[in-house]
């Protein structure tokens, strides 16, 4: 991995997360060190226990369990600086692969510090490869991608009234 290329998981479809999750196991089997940050989630998704036991760098979550939109202006400074502060430390540390889950959500709700995020992955060290994902990202993540692809949801149980299962969606 001479030079690290930008990974965007983008779009309305299942499976963002699952693709980026399904990129670091693949790195773990080959000897790479992998971090994981997820912006907006409370750490409950069933993927970051394995990803730990396999030797990943999983961020604590520092979210909670509120919407953004659920938020008061405090919690929402309290949670962009939680989450900036975060990002600081996931950029800094060593690692192959770096996974910014929910990075475009994060950054288009201003619940990152966005000068940072940008650097973290353009200006990110040789060699490391930087995974974004989420909904509508910013315009500089789309055109500094080398990889984009756009889950579209076609159909999903979700619109027939079917919530949310553990161990599928979460």
């Known amino acids: ?11 309305t ?18 000897g790479r ?9 409370d750490g409950q998704s069933g993927e970051l226990e394995p990803l730990r036991r396999l030797g990943a760098q999983v961020c604590p979550p520092v979210c909670g369990n509120k919407f953004v939109f659920q938020m008061t202006e405090a919690e929402r400074r309290t949670t962009r600086q939680a989450q900036t502060e975060a990002l600081r430390a996931a950029e ?7 996974i910014l889950d929910e990075a475009c959500a994060a950054c288009a709700l201003d619940m990152v510090d966005e000068a940072l995020l940008k650097r973290a992955v353009l200006e990110r060290p040789a060699g490391r490869e930087v ?5 509508d990202p910013a315009p500089w993540m789309i055109q500094a991608a080398d990889y984009m692809t756009v889950m579209c949801a076609e159909k999903h149980p979700f619109d027939a009234g079917v919530p949310a299962r553990e161990g599928v969606e979460y």
């Open 131 to 135: 995974v974004l994902t989420g909904r």
């Open 13 to 30: 479809g299942k499976g963002k997360t699952t693709a980026a999750m399904g990129l670091a196991l693949r790195a773990l089997g080959h």
């Open 92 to 98: 800094a540390g060593g690692c192959d692969v770096l």
């Open 1 to 11: 991995m001479e030079r690290g290329l930008i990974h965007l998981y983008t779009g």
């Open 33 to 41: 060190q992998v971090t994981v940050l997820q912006f907006l989630k």
